[in-house]
């Protein structure tokens, strides 16, 4: 017969082997893992069917930087004037590709980059230079339908605060801090550019990235940049010539850093005559 304090030391046992087998298995459901209990009677530590078939969230683009030189990844987008465009569809002509920066601060589009897309487009008006050069020109926005809409919405307004801050009616009547900013206004927007209230400037294909698949690719997709917290492309060119190949590429190190389109006209002489 087993004494009383026999009896006592064994139930104390099977009670500190209860307790640590119902802490194997909160631990275990706690790291996404199931209990199996064999006929043994001890329990069995396996990975749960739902732990192995666990869905991972889609990997963000890994960055390919473009190399001059070399062919241009190929990429389908939307266009905002409605269908799709493939790059490679574009083959026999030069490409221009454009990533203006969009937003420079919340609610607030890049006033550069937008006067530089007004005057690109009256270059083209004025000297039809995609048919001087062999020429398409895609511009590319990291943003949603919705927002490219906006951005084109916006820029009569803009035009027009750039022209008011360049030809205030009294200049005399600003403080230095306001004549500094006329003063730069100038040097920055030397020409007058004006769009209709409802006026929507869209001669090139818009590009619609708003998965930021190709701005994250070429490393361009940026949260912040140059002090600014907002979603934005490092504003950038690319020329890809007629066979497809990458002729010629710029990254912005800050908003006013950009070649002119004097320049960049100079490159696309170059591309055609083969040097």
């Known amino acids: 017969m087993i004494s009383k304090k026999k009896a006592a030391i064994l139930v104390a046992a099977l009670v500190v ?8 298995v909160f631990q275990g459901q706690a790291a996404g893992q199931v209990i199996i209990k064999p006929k043994s009677g001890r329990p069995t530590l396996n990975l749960s069917q739902a732990a192995q078939t666990q869905v991972q969230p889609p990997a963000e683009p890994r960055p390919q930087p473009a190399i001059v030189g070399q062919p241009m990844a190929d990429f ?12 490679s569809s574009l083959r026999g002509k030069n490409v221009l590709i454009l990533f203006p920066r969009g937003y420079a601060a919340e609610n607030y589009w890049c006033t550069i ?3 530089r897309y007004v005057e690109l487009a009256d270059l083209e008006k004025a000297q039809k230079i995609r048919e001087k050069y062999n020429l398409e020109i895609l511009v590319v926005f990291p943003y ?7 951005w084109l919405e916006a820029l009569p307004g803009q035009l027009e605060t750039v022209r008011a801050t360049k030809n205030p009616a009294d200049p005399s009547a600003l403080d230095e801090r306001g004549k500094t900013r006329m003063e730069r206004f100038r040097q920055l927007f030397p020409a007058d550019y004006a769009l209709a209230k409802d006026e929507i ?3 090139f294909p818009i590009l619609v990235d708003g998965e930021r698949t190709l701005s994250k690719k070429l490393d361009l997709f940026r949260t912040e940049w140059t002090g600014s917290k907002v979603d934005q492309n490092i504003p950038s060119v690319y ?7 990458l002729q010629f590429k710029y990254l912005g190190q800050n908003t006013v850093d950009r070649p002119g389109y004097d320049y960049i006209l100079k490159v696309l002489e170059v591309i055609n005559s083969g040097r």
């Open 17 to 24: 082997l209860a307790v640590a087998a119902m802490i194997v």
């Open 76 to 87: 389908t987008l939307p266009v905002y004037q409605g269908g799709q465009l493939t790059l």
């Open 113 to 115: 980059c937008n006067y």
């Open 144 to 150: 949603t339908r919705d927002v490219v809409k906006a």
């Open 201 to 203: 400037l869209a001669p």
């Open 239 to 245: 020329i890809v010539d007629a066979a497809g190949v």
